[in-house]
Structures are given as C-alpha cells and as structure tokens.
C-alpha cells in the first residue's frame, strides 16, 4: 500500500458517500466562512475608521480631563460627565497662547432627543448627538455651512438676554424634523430634551435654528449628518456644570513637524494653570489611532476565538463520520493487513481522508465567506477580506482534520486480521 493508494482509496471513499461527507463537513464550512466574513468586516471597519481619522489633519491635539492610570482607561473613547470635568475655559485659552498652536475649540457632546413641528403642527422626534462648542470649530476641522451660518461669540449668553437661543443642524436632523435641509429650515424651532440636574427631571430647552451644515459622508465611528450645534454656554447650563468647565479640547498644530514639541507645551501649559497636577491627558492623533488599532485587535481576537469553538464544533462532526467509516470498513482494513500493509499506512489513510474532509469544508466555506464579505460591504459595513484569514482558514482546517481523524485512524489499527476479515460490513 502506497502514498498513491491511499490517495485514490480517499477520493472513493468519498464518492461512495457524498452526501454523508458534505453533511459532515457543514460545521466546517460554515466556521470557515465565519472566520472570513467577520475578519474582511473587521479589517474593512479598521480602514474606514483610520482614513477618517488620518482626514481630521495629522496637526489634531486632542485635551481629555483625567490622566489615563490604566490600559483599560487608555483605549477609553467616552468623554467623561461634565460635573466632573479638570479642564476649564482657563486652560482653552492656555492652549490657545501656546506657541506653535493655530487654534482651538471647547467641545462638550451628549445624546439628546430633539423635537420639532413638522406638517402642521405634527410633533416629530430623532435621537442626535449635540455639541457644545464655538465659531473656531468649523474652520479647524475644515466644515461648511450649506444654508444659513455656524455659531459665533455673539450667540453666547443670550438665554440671560431674554433671547432665544440658536443651533445649527445636521441635515438627517433637518430632514427628519422639517423634511428638507434646505433654507426653509432656517428661524424653525426645535426642542433639546435634556435631564436636569437641578430638577432631577427631563426638561425641554427651544432653540432657533440659524444654520444647517453640508451633508457629510456617513462612516462607521458615526453620522455627522446627525449632530446638532450649540454654543458651549448653553451646552454647560443643560448638563448642569459650572459655566467654566469643558469636557475637551480640540487643538491644531501649525505643523506637523513639530507635534511632539507642540503636545509638551501644552501640557506644560495646562499645568501651569493645574498647580502641577496631572488630571488630563494630552493625545495626538497617532494616539487616537493606537487607540482604535488595540480596540479593534482585542474584537478581533475575541471573535476568531469564538469562530474557532465552531470549528471544533465541525471536526467533532468530521471525527464521528470517521468513527463510522472505520466501523463500516472493517473488512476492508483487515483484508490490506493481510496483504501486508504496515499499520502506519491504515493510520495515515484515514487521517489523509480525514484531512482532505476539512479542506473540503474550508474549500467551501472559503468562497461562501468572500461571498457573504461582498454582500456586507455593498449593504451595511465596509469589509475587505485578506490574504492572512484566508490562510488562517486553510491551516485551521488542517489543523482541525488531523486532530478529528488521529483517534479514528488509531481505532483502524486495533482491528485484529481474523476478525475483520470475518466481519460482515
């Protein structure tokens, strides 16, 4: 008995019974898949994700309250709440004075519901993220105003004038509340729903509207097309902070060359107006991306471990096919023993029938994963499937076909030559 038999031996085997094998193979097939799938959307997310950031400007300075004690505080994206903010307005214009900075902007985000009238009078509601922040912020991060304008210094303060305060919508926010995010929009009322640390309830604050930005593209950290503007003032007086505390702030280098020498000014700065203590953190943009590139590996790993479960969910399958394969060809076994093939040559029989089982599976599920990669890329999320999954698949499968057919093929060399050959399979 030879490498050539054995092969040929295998492929009959396999003949005989198709549909037993394609059965046997589905787990298999359908890890495989997974594992493609979930690393091409991984990977395509990643991308999207690191071209945004890269699209903010590589000169970005971003000032966080709290120094980071942990890794696990490190790779937190969340702002912190605004009562419990370091930073002030004090340390905004620290910033602003430091040498080698071209500007910045103070930045407090949260998730209200806003609310308008729409078709006579018909109350509507969406879900929006509102930004509190100044007229510097259009111009650092490069936005345009398609109807009306952006906020300005004069629009601070005006609730305390018995003004009516102002905002500046995102176009999904002016399309779902007015149906159109055209210049109809502009002087309309909406309504921030907000919770009231004063009154421990949620209360309502009306705003004009005097701007509706450029509609941007949509990406996977967000919709920009869902934000609503308001100045920094009144985002401080909803969330019930001091008028002088800011979640963040956002800071442009005048060049990038000078980066590292720009972010320890600043933290120099800002120090000098913390007494020395080290409650924020300064980071670049390449942080910010490190950030992102440890979150998304730790997913990634997380979910290949998961996937991998199933795959050994499929060589269990694989295994017992085998089980049954030895048990049916009892004969068979005892009879090549007869004719002198050594046991070495039974035991790598069914591992190469068990192996080429899996590779089956992986030849399968590999195409139905860039499959099902293509239609998740043209529908929901971005994916882009790569070389390495694919052959982390194949070594996978092969790992997975040894070990499902070592303890089958062991079992085939047990089998006494006078009791096989009297067996009646």
């Not at 004690?69 to 602003?96: G, H, I, N, Y």
């Not at 009306?206 to 920094?232: H, Q, S, W």
Request: aromatic share 6%.
């Amino acid at each position: 008995m030879n490498t050539k038999e054995i092969v040929r031996t295998a492929f009959r085997s396999l003949r005989i019974n198709p549909l037993r094998a394609f059965l046997s193979v589905l787990g298999i097939t359908f890890g495989i898949a997974c594992v493609i799938a979930l690393t091409a959307v991984g990977e395509g997310v990643k991308r999207e994700v690191v071209t945004k950031v890269q699209g903010l400007g590589s000169h970005l300075l971003i000032v966080r309250s709290g120094e980071p004690e942990s890794e696990a505080q490190e790779v937190s994206l969340s702002q912190r709440p605004l009562a419990s903010s370091t930073l002030t307005k004090s340390d905004l214009e620290a910033v602003k004075d430091t040498e080698g900075v071209e500007g910045a902007y103070p930045l407090i985000q949260t998730a209200n519901k806003i609310k308008a009238g729409k078709n006579g009078g018909e109350s509507v509601s969406i879900n929006a993220y509102v930004k509190g922040t100044n007229e510097d912020y259009l111009e650092l991060n490069g936005l345009k105003v398609a109807h009306g304008r952006f906020l300005s210094d004069k629009d601070e303060g005006r609730k305390g004038e018995g003004k009516a305060c102002v905002c500046v919508l995102g176009t999904m926010v002016a399309e779902k509340l007015f149906g159109t995010a055209g210049e109809d929009v502009l002087k309309k009322s909406v309504s921030i729903v907000y919770f009231s640390e004063t009154t421990k309830s949620e209360e309502e604050e009306a705003f004009t509207v005097v701007g509706v930005m450029e509609e941007r593209k949509r990406t996977v950290v967000g919709d920009p097309n869902l934000e609503v503007y308001i100045t920094i003032g009144d985002a401080q007086r909803m969330a019930g902070a001091s008028e002088d505390k800011i979640s963040e702030i956002h800071a442009k280098a005048a060049s990038e060359g000078g980066l590292e020498g720009v972010k320890a000014r600043v933290e120099e700065a800002i120090l000098e107006n913390h007494d020395g203590k080290r409650d924020f953190n300064v980071r670049t943009l390449e942080d910010v991306l490190d950030t992102y590139s440890y979150i998304f590996n730790v997913l990634t790993a997380l979910v290949v471990g998961v996937v991998l479960i199933s795959l050994v969910q499929g060589g269990v399958g694989v295994a017992n096919i085998m089980y049954v394969s030895v048990k049916e060809r009892t004969k068979e076994i005892g009879v090549r023993l007869a004719q002198g093939a050594s046991k070495k040559m039974i035991i790598l029989q069914f591992l190469f029938e068990s192996v080429l089982l899996s590779l089956l599976g992986a030849l399968l599920g590999i195409p139905l994963g860039l499959i099902i990669s293509v239609l998740v890329n043209l529908s929901i999320l971005p994916a882009k499937p790569t070389l390495w999954a694919v052959a982390v698949a194949f070594l996978a499968s092969f790992v997975v076909g040894v070990v499902a057919g070592v303890f089958p093929a062991r079992q085939a060399t047990r089998v006494e030559i006078t009791e096989a050959l009297r067996a009646e399979f």
